[in-house]
């Protein structure tokens, strides 16, 4: 049974150490020790807040399969609280994916893999990692949510695909580095919460956007971690540039204000998109 009852959530903006396991789960422990002591009921880390971004060769020997003996501290924590964390996973044919978790009520509830490894300029993600291959919404204590990282967000498909699977909430985590930086602040914070705005508006749901901060190989990541309403109003920031992390207080009377002014995601034609898509997909193979 889903929950009717508005929670309070914390983005935490880490700077994880690159490649250090133990250090950073110790940090990931003493982090939701303290939130628990705050009355927060979920606790979103960034992208691979368990091992850091710019692992190279280190990947697959810092990747985890997901009942490693590493994560029980999470599992255990997470009676009291729910939380969203990133690692490399080793998966069962040992492919290595950017993986996000959830956990909740003591066990871990739902796995995401990236799906989408961006490849291109300053990115490198697809020469060490395996992208995944499913898009799942999935129920939690404080109703149903899907779970996205990073790159997958930028192709509109994919939250697309996950209102339309039921969500009221939807989890970004990001190691978004520092670009474009102008007279009116980071080119690529504005784009991110004009993105993000604009999906929690057309698909009538939370958005929590959560991104590292810090430097790895020169690169800083620039944080600014944020959650967007229904209405598309950002409710509530994190700092640039520095540690930190920011409180909202969200539930689904919102979610439910905005869907019965306008029934958006209820109407939607999926017929007609699979049709669609069908035909597009026909005329690119050639058929």
Request: charged share 25%; hydrophobic share 40%.
């Amino acid at each position: 049974m889903q929950s009717t009852d508005a929670f309070r959530v914390r983005l935490v903006q880490t700077a994880p150490k690159l490649g250090d396991l133990t250090a950073n789960m110790a940090a990931h422990i003493e982090i939701a020790k303290a939130a628990v002591e705050d009355g927060i009921d979920l606790l979103i880390f960034p992208e691979l807040s368990l091992t850091g971004y710019y692992l190279r060769d280190l990947t697959s020997e810092v990747a985890l399969p997901v009942d490693a003996r590493e994560l029980r501290d999470l599992a255990e924590i997470s009676q009291t609280i729910g939380i969203v964390a990133g690692l490399v996973e080793e998966g069962s044919q040992f492919g290595v994916f950017a993986s996000a978790l959830y956990y909740e009520r003591g066990h871990l509830a739902h796995v995401h893999r990236k799906v989408y490894l961006p490849t291109y300029g300053m990115f490198d993600e697809g020469r060490y990692l395996s992208a995944g291959r499913s898009v799942r919404a999935f129920d939690s204590r404080f109703g149903r949510m899907g779970l996205l990282v990073c790159e997958d967000v930028w192709h509109p498909v994919v939250p697309f695909l996950l209102a339309q699977d039921g969500i009221k909430y939807l989890i970004v985590t990001a190691n978004s580095p520092s670009r474009g930086v102008g007279v009116g602040g980071l080119a690529i914070q504005r784009t991110y919460e004009e993105m993000l705005a604009t999906y929690a508006r057309l698909l009538q749901v939370y958005i929590c956007f959560c991104n590292r901060v810090g430097y790895e190989d020169g690169v800083s990541f620039w944080g600014g971690s944020f959650v967007v309403a229904p209405t598309g109003e950002i409710i509530a920031r994190g700092p640039r540039l520095e540690e930190g992390h920011v409180d909202a207080e969200i539930g689904p009377a919102e979610v439910r204000r905005e869907r019965m002014k306008a029934p958006l995601v209820e109407e939607e034609n999926l017929d007609l998109a699979l049709r669609e898509l069908r035909r597009i997909a026909d005329e690119r193979s050639g058929h």
